[in-house]
T-cell receptor, first 115, second 116 residues
């Protein structure tokens, strides 16, 4: 079964600094997708960034980028130039087109931005 | 484009009572998901619909939980009778079609249920 592990329950960063959130996963699939979702206090989950496993190039979306290490089954999120609006719960998630196609989430990391 | 709508946003009930949650997905989305998110945990899939058919309900506690999507659009999730451990946020999500290679899910704001 696929599992997603986020070992940092809480992180904090000074405004304008850079922070990295960690995620590891376990799977026997070769074709899958990894995601980072953001859940602000209002609770609406928003997709931040996705990575297809077959792509070697790390995904980037403006200030958000990932470090995808397929062999190590690691998928970290880097937030550059942190802003107050980045404060939220961040969930790492896994999905494979085969098998039961279930989106599997980690337990989340609460990110606090210090002004 | 309107997002996924859910109601109510908050609900407080006593244990053994019944409760129902409603979800209206994004127009045209064939796949609808209900998740349970207990405090301090990531969302857990309860049930997945493709149009009005159930794709996966393996983690739905069927002795007390039920869900339907009769016309392939709106969906209702019911708990009867509720237990203390059902206190959670119930999230609804929808996606265009599960058969697509990449199937982004869009989430609603959730319903926070407190069972006393």
């Amino acid at each position: 079964a696929q599992t997603v592990t986020q070992s940092q329950p809480e992180m904090s960063v000074q405004e304008a600094e850079t922070v990295t959130l960690s995620c590891t996963y376990d799977t026997s699939e070769s074709d899958y997708y990894l995601f980072w979702y953001k859940q602000p206090p209002s609770r609406q989950m928003i997709l931040v960034i996705r990575q297809e496993a077959y792509k070697q190039q790390n995904a980037t979306e403006n200030r958000f980028s990932v470090n995808f290490q397929k062999a190590a089954k690691s998928f970290s999120l880097k937030i550059s130039d942190s802003q107050l609006g980045d404060a939220a719960m961040y969930f790492c998630a896994y999905w494979a087109p085969s098998g039961n196609e279930k989106l599997t989430f980690g337990t989340g990391t609460r990110l606090t931005i210090i002004p | 484009e309107a997002g996924v709508a859910q109601s109510p946003r908050y609900k407080i009930i006593e244990k053994r009572q019944s409760v129902a949650f409603w979800c209206n997905p994004i127009s045209g989305h064939a796949t609808l998901y209900w998740y349970q998110q207990i405090l301090g945990q990531g969302p857990k899939l309860l049930i997945q619909f493709q149009n009005n058919g159930v794709v996966d309900d393996s983690q739905l506690p069927k002795d007390r939980f039920s869900a339907e999507r009769l016309k392939g659009v709106d969906s209702t999730l019911k708990i009867q009778p509720a237990k203390l451990e059902d206190s959670a946020v119930y999230l609804c999500a929808s996606s265009l079609d599960r058969i697509l290679l990449y199937n982004e899910q869009f989430f609603g704001p959730g319903t926070r249920l407190t069972v006393l």
